[in-house]
């Protein structure tokens, strides 16, 4: 099972940025992250697949959150902009090695998570 360890989150203004990164101990198909905001059910965010062309963000933050990957360090990046207190979660990356859709079923490996707070 892929070793993943995230870094990134902390607490931000509505309207500012974060940058989240996630790596993994091994290459593997697709990455992405999911989110669980407090007493909410586990919610897929974004994925992308091992050569970037296939992304599919949620409706939610589409225009808002941008993905990337870099394969050479096993990495995968969430830029967050304009941040919306809804955004507050705790934020899990995921891989899977059959899906860039990344349903729960598809995923193969979870990192510990990472918290997102958006004050108003």
């Known amino acids: 099972q892929v070793h993943l360890v995230e870094s990134g989150g902390g607490l931000v203004q509505a309207g500012g940025s974060l940058r989240l990164s996630c790596v993994a101990s091994y290459s593997v198909y697709a990455m992405g992250w999911y989110r669980q905001a407090p007493g909410k059910e586990r919610e897929f965010v974004v994925a992308?697949?091992?050569?970037?062309?296939?992304?599919y963000y949620a409706d939610s933050v589409k225009g808002r959150f941008t993905i990337s990957r870099d394969n050479a360090k096993n990495a995968v990046y969430l830029q967050m902009n304009t941040l919306k207190p809804d955004d507050t979660a705790i934020y899990y990356c995921a891989t899977s090695g059959r899906s860039a859709l990344m349903t729960e079923g598809d995923i193969a490996s979870w990192g510990q998570g990472t918290q997102v707070t958006v004050s108003s």
């Open positions: 992308i697949d091992y050569e970037g062309e296939k992304i």
